[in-house]
């Protein structure tokens, strides 16, 4: 019932930024219930981890320790987009980025936004790919 479309992705020299878009379309307001939407990544040959999480416009995010101070996410309601500005880039941040959401009860950010079983509805993923 939520579609999830990602974009932004693409090659960046290291130290460079890059902003990931994740568009989300369906039924996302529910009484009761909050959308939160993730980031995750996959590097080759590795395990999905996640990256950050929002679960409002109010919030300042949730996020893996290898990307804090260096990765932000945000949104545009009116546009029903999620970002995720990606500064000081590096080789380890190569990898297929993956969106997600589902909808609960009065969530509040932690850990558990970053866990894959956390979300019903992905993404189709992009590439980033960070050279040297």
């Known amino acids: 019932q939520v579609q999830l479309v990602e974009s932004g992705g693409g090659s960046v020299q290291a130290g460079g930024s890059l902003r990931l878009s994740c568009k989300v379309a369906g039924d996302t307001r529910s009484g009761g219930r909050t959308t939160c939407v993730a980031w995750f990544r996959q590097p080759p040959e590795k395990e999905r981890m996640g990256v950050a999480a929002?679960?409002?416009?109010?919030?300042?995010?949730y996020y893996a320790d290898s990307v804090k101070g260096r990765f932000t996410v945000s949104e545009d309601s009116g546009k029903n987009t999620v970002y995720m500005q990606m500064n000081n880039l590096t080789s380890e941040d190569t990898a297929v980025y993956y969106c997600?959401?589902?909808?609960?009860?009065?969530?509040?950010?932690?850990?558990?936004?970053?866990?894959?079983?956390?979300?019903?509805?992905w993404g189709q993923g992009t590439q980033v790919t960070v050279s040297s």
């Open positions: 997600a959401a589902d909808r609960f009860t009065w969530p509040r950010l932690g850990a558990w936004t970053l866990k894959s079983g956390t979300y019903n509805y």
């Open positions: 929002t679960c409002s416009s109010g919030d300042t995010g």
